[in-house]
């Protein structure tokens, strides 16, 4: 028995009570996966996904194909084979709203997260819908993005963010020259060692399935800005301008400020939706359609992340 609910300020919730959760996944697994679309993200409570190897199977149950995860920006835990731990970001610090992986050339249409331990205060995952986000915009900037797409650069520094073999999954330079050539990223090797990357990509694209203009990059959380002003202008002074370990620039290289990021991030707050983690959920996110990100918290949070469905835009 299951009951789907609309509340305002809120996704999707879709309440259950299986005897088996695997077997639900089983029967369900198409209801799921068209409410992920049709409301850009569902919660579904009840599962009682206390346990990781159960998740990781309920999961695997609901997806296509899971992905493992390369160039990442932040560590992340293994629970199983492609099933992490969320982000390690300060718990302190807000999360801002991103597609996940965006920044590549091929990217999960779904992400799937599991509360094994909710927060004692805060910490929920955050959703924006996307067209709703490019509707907010200056039309200048989504006109500009839309056709020239959007420009990440990285330099792996060894001293914030991963190294190059973390990231990359190894210690082999020319392992890594031969991933950049496949997917599109320009390399540069840089004195000590370290390296500097580019990857241009659409900041605009269309869903696969609904034809609707969606906002999709990253142009506001992988920034030189993500953490502000000050921490901008400190970081420099520490790394200097060409050591950031991460800007993002309008397709042609000009430089996005922080005036435009700003307006980025004010409109994703202004369109926040977000339920309070309960143990055992299963949030399913239409990673085309909505943004995600998290409220700062309070306590042990704990929460298994899976990257499903491979996509190119």
Same mark, same amino acid.
């Given at each position: 028995?299951?009951?789907?609910?609309?509340?305002?300020?809120?996704?999707?919730?879709?309440?259950?009570?299986?005897?088996?959760?695997?077997?639900?996944?089983?029967?369900?697994?198409?209801?799921?996966?068209?409410?992920?679309?049709?409301?850009?993200?569902?919660?579904?409570?009840?599962?009682?996904?206390?346990?990781?190897?159960?998740?990781?199977?309920?999961?695997?149950?609901?997806?296509?194909?899971?992905?493992?995860?390369?160039?990442?920006?932040?560590?992340?835990?293994?629970?199983?084979? +492609?099933?992490?731990?969320?982000?390690?970001?300060?718990?302190?610090?807000?999360?801002?709203?991103?597609?996940?992986?965006?920044?590549?050339?091929?990217?999960?249409?779904?992400?799937?997260?599991?509360?094994?331990?909710?927060?004692?205060?805060?910490?929920?995952?955050?959703?924006?819908?996307?067209?709703?986000?490019?509707?907010?915009?200056?039309?200048?900037?989504?006109?500009?993005?839309?056709?020239?797409?959007?420009?990440?650069?990285?330099?792996?520094?060894?001293?914030?963010?991963?190294?190059?073999?973390?990231?990359?999954?190894?210690?082999?330079?020319?392992?890594?020259?031969?991933?950049?050539?496949?997917?599109?990223?320009?390399?540069?090797?840089?004195?000590?060692?370290?390296?500097?990357?580019?990857?241009?990509?659409?900041?605009?694209?269309?869903?696969?399935?609904?034809?609707? +203009?969606?906002?999709?990059?990253?142009?506001?959380?992988?920034?030189?800005?993500?953490?502000?002003?000050?921490?901008?202008?400190?970081?420099?002074?520490?790394?200097?301008?060409?050591?950031?370990?991460?800007?993002?620039?309008?397709?042609?290289?000009?430089?996005?400020?922080?005036?435009?990021?700003?307006?980025?991030?004010?409109?994703?707050?202004?369109?926040?939706?977000?339920?309070?983690?309960?143990?055992?959920?299963?949030?399913?996110?239409?990673?085309?359609?909505?943004?995600?990100?998290?409220?700062?918290?309070?306590?042990?949070?704990?929460?298994?992340?899976?990257?499903?469905?491979?996509?190119?835009?």
């Amino acid at each position: 028995m299951s009951t789907l609910e609309r509340h305002a300020g809120a996704p999707a919730l879709l309440r259950v009570d299986p005897e088996d959760p695997l077997r639900w996944a089983h029967e369900e697994r198409r209801t799921v996966r068209t409410a992920a679309v049709g409301y850009g993200a569902v919660l579904v409570r009840g599962l009682g996904l206390y346990d990781p190897i159960l998740a990781g199977d309920v999961i695997r149950m609901l997806a296509d194909e899971l992905m493992p995860e390369r160039e990442a920006f932040a560590p992340r835990g293994s629970y199983t084979d +492609r099933v992490y731990s969320a982000t390690r970001w300060p718990p302190g610090l807000p999360l801002c709203p991103h597609h996940e992986l965006s920044y590549r050339d091929r990217f999960p249409g779904l992400m799937m997260f599991v509360c094994l331990t909710p927060p004692v205060l805060g910490g929920a995952t955050v959703l924006v819908d996307s067209s709703t986000v490019l509707e907010a915009l200056p039309a200048s900037l989504v006109s500009r993005c839309a056709r020239d797409g959007w420009l990440l650069v990285r330099t792996y520094n060894g001293d914030i963010g991963p190294s190059w073999s973390d990231a990359f999954g190894t210690g082999d330079r020319h392992g890594v020259e031969d991933y950049c050539r496949a997917h599109a990223i320009d390399v540069e090797w840089c004195p000590g060692g370290r390296l500097r990357t580019r990857q241009r990509r659409r900041a605009v694209v269309r869903h696969p399935t609904t034809g609707a +203009r969606c906002w999709f990059n990253e142009i506001a959380h992988y920034s030189e800005w993500s953490l502000g002003p000050e921490a901008h202008a400190e970081l420099c002074d520490m790394l200097g301008p060409e050591g950031l370990p991460v800007t993002t620039c309008f397709g042609d290289g000009t430089p996005i400020g922080w005036d435009l990021v700003s307006r980025i991030r004010q409109a994703y707050a202004d369109n926040t939706i977000r339920e309070p983690w309960q143990s055992g959920d299963l949030l399913v996110v239409d990673n085309i359609r909505t943004a995600h990100g998290r409220d700062p918290y309070e306590g042990p949070r704990e929460v298994l992340v899976a990257l499903a469905d491979p996509t190119r835009a």
